[in-house]
């Protein structure tokens, strides 16, 4: 740094201390990390008063809750203490280039009784509201769900003022019956009855409490984790903002009541702006004849009055109701997301589609039992994760091309399915629900945009009415009994991918199938290697991880 004599050799030295922590703060950009340890048991408790087996987390139901920021990465533990195998699956939860994380059969063989895995997740540029859930069999139906709140950076604003406190609310349908005794029903060839109730947050009616004082705003974020109905949300007496669904900021409107569908999560803001008494937080099913109620307590902390009479009603069967209220869920063009640019930066109206591909949704019988099919296929687990097949190129496992891109119209078949996507195409999805019941469809690994909903048959002129504008965003959407939602989505996660039916009886027998999406680059650029840890089963057993003994 030249010649540095008296007061010039201090302030030299100065300046290169300065500058080798700037160089050491700026080359350690590893993101910050979270550790946690589950321990998934059965334990006994009564959500609906009833006594009966539920799967617990570190002997907790709903699980712990995950809060972490965006890129941050989280390490999990999880040690299955269970007399059967088990898996979770991160519901919304991106995994970008990493479907090795993501909790389904479909890339992950199950943790074996008295065995543990550990999940190592990144939680790159989301935000948002989400939940995980036990994606084997019918543990869904049996709890071992929790919530997963990404909040945004310190450096990223968010268009609301901070709210006095975060609640999340997980609501539900739930069965009295054993979830093995639930698997038993489906294995038979049956349906599963009406559910028995509902329940928020592990409870049934009143059996959940949320404090707040009066005067100050709350965030609620609520998901359906409930296996076969959507529901209806409110809060006697109270306006609900929605500010957020799934990882998305919203236009923030004003509703009475908000409909959350099968696997759907949303945010709220609510205002404690009543008098001092305690309120009734209400969930009940939507599209049933009969209908479920169940209730949480809004307590103010100078409550002067506990809740008393019926709950509020809410909607019950309007379908064109809660067709229009979808319809005004939109984007927020100028708030930020994960990253500081605008979410109405990336002009998704004006990139041009690569494909269609139609998804048409049908219930069928099959050598005698009941069985659920997209596009006449019902799918079969193979004996292998079809990730892990195609890493080891595994032949008879699976075959590209194993359902078709569009309706056929020909009868229901039996066939694990996985239909083969070209990396970074930009393709619009229509999913086609012709019967008489609302659907539920996700898709793992992705965010898309909800372009266009509506009754009757798609047809190509359906183009015409679609959003190019500002539609929401999210990883969830629902359609309409004997009508049609299209997204736009552009693939850009290397992996593969669970596209099914969150009705769980449904995705169970067959409503559902796999999206691979490949790069021919074998680049880490692209999606990182197999892990060190990654189980093995099927026809993968015996076979070498490349660095597994590194």
């Known amino acids: 740094m030249g010649d540095c004599r008296g007061d010039r050799l201090r302030a030299c030295c100065f300046i290169t201390i300065l500058v080798m922590l700037l160089v050491c703060c ?6 910050p990390y979270r550790f946690y340890t589950w321990n998934v048991t ?13 799967i617990l987390i570190n002997g907790q139901f709903p699980g712990p809750q995950i809060e972490t920021v965006t890129n941050e990465n989280l390490i999990i533990n999880v040690f299955n203490s269970l007399d059967q195998p088990f898996l979770i699956s991160w519901n919304g939860v991106q995994q970008r280039r990493n479907s090795w994380q993501d909790g389904v059969y479909g890339t992950n063989c199950p943790i074996p009784p008295g ?10 540029d989301q935000i948002g509201s989400y939940f995980y859930f036990p994606s084997l069999a019918l543990h869904k139906a049996a709890g071992g769900y929790g919530g997963f709140r990404i909040l945004s950076r310190s450096v990223v604003p968010v268009p609301f003022p901070p709210p006095a406190a975060d609640y999340t609310i997980l609501a539900g349908d739930w069965y009295n019956k054993n979830h093995n005794d639930l698997k038993a029903i489906l294995d038979s060839g049956h349906d599963l009855p009406f559910p028995d109730g509902l329940i928020i947050n592990g409870r049934g009616a009143n059996g959940y ?6 005067g100050k705003t709350y965030r609620f974020r609520i998901s359906n984790v409930g296996i076969t109905t ?14 957020e669904v799934e990882g998305t900021h919203t236009l923030q409107n004003t509703y009475d009541s908000l409909d959350i569908h099968l696997g759907q999560s949303l945010s709220v803001l609510v205002t404690a702006d009543q008098p001092a008494r305690d309120y009734y937080i209400v969930a009940s099913t939507r599209f049933t004849s009969q209908v479920l109620v169940t209730t949480a307590i809004l307590h ?34 100028t708030a930020s997301a994960a990253r500081p640019n605008p979410q109405g930066s990336y002009h998704y109206g004006l990139v041009k589609t690569t494909r269609t591909i139609g998804l048409a949704s049908s219930a069928a019988v099959i050598n005698g039992k009941q069985r659920y099919a997209v596009n006449g296929v019902s799918f079969i687990p193979a004996d292998t994760p079809l990730k892990l097949a195609d890493y080891f190129k595994t032949s008879g496992v699976f075959s590209l091309g194993s359902i078709p891109d569009a309706p056929t119209g020909g009868g229901a078949y039996l066939k694990t399915s996985v239909m083969a996507a070209d990396y970074r195409g930009y393709v619009e999805i229509v999913f086609e629900n012709p019967e008489d019941t609302v659907q539920s469809w996700h898709i793992d690994g992705y965010s898309f945009f909800v372009v266009g909903m509506d009754r009757g048959q798609w047809t190509p002129a359906s183009r015409l009415g679609y959003n190019l504008r ?26 593969m991918w ?41 026809q993968a057993l015996g076979r070498r991880k490349p660095n597994e003994n590194l």
């Open 42 to 54: 059965y334990g006994d408790i009564y959500p609906l008063g009833v006594k009966q087996q539920v």
């Open 470 to 495: 500002d539609a929401i965003a999210r990883c969830t959407v629902q359609v309409y009994p004997k009508s049609w939602s299209a997204v736009y989505i552009a693939l850009d996660n290397v992996g």
């Open 209 to 214: 409490t949320f404090t707040v004082d009066q």
């Open 230 to 243: 959507s529901i209806n949300f409110r809060i006697q007496g109270h306006k609900l903002l929605l500010v």
């Open 26 to 31: 700026c080359t350690n950009g590893e993101d």
């Open 300 to 333: 103010y902390s100078n409550s002067a009055a506990a809740v008393s009479g019926p709950p509020p009603g809410g909607p019950t069967t309007q379908i064109d109701w809660s067709l229009e209220q979808a319809r005004s869920i939109r984007l927020n063009l």
């Open 115 to 124: 065995r543990n895995f550990t999940y190592t997740l990144q939680v790159k």
């Open 498 to 538: 669970n596209v099914r039916s969150e009705n769980w009886v449904r995705q169970y027998l067959g409503q559902q199938f796999y999206l691979r999406i490949f790069s021919t680059a074998n680049s880490w650029r692209d999606e990182y290697p197999i892990p060190r840890n990654a189980l093995v089963c099927g």
